[in-house]
Structures are given as C-alpha cells and as structure tokens.
C-alpha cells in the first residue's frame, strides 16, 4: 500500500554535509505532510524537519534552522534533507515519516508511515 525508503546516510566528519532522501509510493495521494525525525541511542525520537506536500510550507526544529534544508518533488514523491555543517550531536537513525492529517508536526504519534531508517554518523 505504503512505503517509504530513506537513502543517503553514511558517515560525515564535523562540518561535512549529507542530502538524506526519501522514496514515498502507494497512496501517497493520502498524505499531507511528511518529516523527518532522528533518534540516537538511548534517547526519544525527535522532531528534525517537515514540510507540507501541496504547499512546501516548511519547520525545523531549532537544532536543524540554518543547517539543514527540506525539500520536495510531488512529481517524484520525494522528500530530501540536505544537512549542513554536520556536528557529532546530529548522529542518529533518522527517519522518514508521512502524515495523512494535519497536526502538531512535532509530534511523532501524529505521523502515519515511516519508514525504516538511515543511520547518519557524525564524528569529531
């Protein structure tokens, strides 16, 4: 029905950068937002980025603003996070998520689909 596909991880040293995608089919006609969290070991998944499908009306949490970038193809059903100036407290799985409603987009339990996660590993 559904499946979403993260790509692009990998690791970077401390101000390097890394452009994650995310590979959205099925019904992705249903969605209206998707996002991006990360969650590094031992802590709660959080909130990175996430932006609306049909008007590209963006948010970043504050540790992402001015680094990173979220984009998107409707065309291609596409997500992308470029990340800037990378430093070793942005290592984590980050994954890709899909909202079916409108919400508080910082909250994980109101994202529908995800996806299976890409470990991106920053070192100092």
């Known amino acids: 029905q559904v499946q979403l596909v993260e790509s692009g991880g990998g690791l970077v040293q401390a101000g390097g950068s890394l452009r994650l995608s995310c590979a959205a089919s099925?019904?992705?006609?249903?969605?209206?937002?998707m996002g991006w969290f990360r969650q590094a070991p031992g802590k709660e998944r959080e909130f990175v980025s996430a932006i609306i499908w049909s008007t590209g009306i963006t948010a970043y949490a504050v540790s992402a603003k001015g680094r990173f970038t979220i984009s998107r193809d409707n065309a291609k059903n596409t997500v992308d996070l470029q990340m800037n100036s990378l430093q070793p407290e942005d290592t984590a799985v980050y994954y890709c998520a899909a909202a079916k409603r409108s919400g508080v987009y910082r909250t994980a339990a109101n994202y529908d689909d995800w996806g299976q996660g890409t470990q991106v590993t920053v070192s100092s």
């Open positions: 099925g019904r992705t006609f249903d969605y209206y937002r």
